[in-house]
Structures are given as structure tokens and as C-alpha cells.
């Protein structure tokens, strides 16, 4: 079993995993459709959203908080 400290890494790792996974599926269709090699691009789409998205997920997950419990009673 995982530490629980690890929450706050593991959250967003999972999160941008499933998101970033369907959303460059997604839009790598849209793009180009079901052409030969699409698996291969989607891969290396999804690839580099996930690498982008993670550590945005770190920074943006705790000011996301912040904001909402500002926003509500």
C-alpha cells in the first residue's frame, strides 16, 4: 500500500492520466480520423498532453482548492 503523503502527487498523476487519455483519443480522431499509424500518433499525443498536464495538475490542484473555499460557505 501506498503512504497517504503521497495523496497529493498520486491525485493529479491519476487525474491527468485518464483526462489527457481521452481527451488527445479524442481530439487525435477529430484530426485526422482512423488512418494507418494512428495508434502510434495518438500514443505520442497523449504522451506529450500527460507530460504537460501532470505537473500543471501539481502547481494548479492546490490554488483549484484555495479558490473553491473561497467560493463556497
Request: aromatic content about 16%; charged content about 5%; overall charge positive.
Amino acid at each position: 500500500m501506498i503512504p497517504a503523503r503521497w495523496t497529493p502527487i498520486l491525485v493529479p498523476l491519476v487525474m491527468t492520466f485518464f483526462m489527457t487519455f481521452v481527451v488527445s483519443l479524442l481530439l487525435t480522431l477529430n484530426s485526422v480520423g482512423l488512418i494507418a499509424g494512428f495508434l502510434g500518433l495518438w500514443f505520442r499525443n497523449w504522451l506529450l498532453a500527460w507530460g504537460f498536464a501532470f505537473p500543471a495538475a501539481v502547481v494548479a490542484l492546490p490554488l483549484a482548492r484555495r479558490i473553491v473555499g473561497r467560493l463556497t460557505a
